[in-house]
Each structure stands twice: as structure tokens, then as C-alpha cells.
């Protein structure tokens, strides 16, 4: 079953840094474009960030920045490291991942994603 799991969220104070990592299991990373969004409850789900293959990546206006986005094919990890944090980032973060034959490819909306993760929750305090 393909599958992949968030990590590393938790409560933090506004200008802390956290690493997300989404780890897949089963299978190498190796073919997949990659992205974070994050949602608020009663919100729309948002574009963070994108990973092709090659490791172009993209970011949000609100994101860019202080995210930055990469992956360790070798460890079927990709991160979103989170510097000075502000309680808008509060949020769950999802990680999402397609399979794609072009290594150059990444997407900034959801519904091109077919994996999803169940979240990892980023709460941050003033």
C-alpha cells in the first residue's frame, strides 16, 4: 500500500524553526514530484511548497522566504524547514505526492496530487 507519513509538528513560539519531514513507505520517492500544503479548519487547503524530481522547487507568496522545501531520495524523505515562525503558519500540514515520468515537473495545486498524508499539526503561539 503506498503511503506516506508527516512528521515533526508540534507547539512552538512565534520566531521558532521547525523541519517537517514526509516519509514514504514501501517505496522509493525517487519517481515522484512532490509538495506541503497546510489547511486551517474551516479554510481551503493551501499551497506551501513543491519538489520536482530534480529538485526544482516553488513556494507560495506567503511562504517564500522563510520555507524552504528538499528531499533525500535516498532516505524516501522530503522536508519543509519552517525559519521564524508566525502564528498565521498555524496550521496542519499535508504532505502530497504524484508519480511523474518528467523530472522537471512540479504542481502547485492539489488536485494533481493522488497521495496524500494525514497531517501533522503546527501550532504557533505569540
Known amino acids: 500500500q503506498v503511503q506516506v507519513v508527516e512528521s515533526g509538528g508540534g507547539l512552538v513560539q512565534a520566531g521558532d524553526s521547525l523541519r517537517l519531514s514526509c516519509t514514504a513507505s514501501g517505496r522509493s520517492i525517487t519517481w515522484y514530484t512532490m509538495a506541503w500544503f497546510r489547511q486551517d479548519p474551516g479554510k481551503e487547503r493551501e499551497f506551501v511548497a513543491a519538489?520536482?524530481?530534480?529538485?526544482?522547487?516553488a513556494y507560495s507568496d506567503s511562504t517564500k522566504g522563510r520555507f524552504a522545501i528538499s528531499r533525500d531520495n535516498a532516505k524516501n524523505t522530503m522536508y519543509l524547514q519552517i525559519n521564524n515562525l508566525e502564528p498565521e503558519d498555524t496550521a496542519t500540514y499535508y504532505c502530497?505526492?504524484?508519480?511523474?515520468?518528467?523530472?522537471?515537473?512540479?504542481?502547485?495545486?492539489?488536485?494533481?496530487?493522488?497521495?496524500w498524508g494525514q497531517g501533522t499539526q503546527v501550532t504557533v503561539s505569540s
Open positions: 519538489i520536482s524530481r530534480n529538485s526544482n522547487s
Open positions: 502530497a505526492e504524484k508519480w511523474s515520468p518528467l523530472e522537471e515537473t512540479y504542481y502547485e495545486t492539489a488536485f494533481h496530487f493522488d497521495i
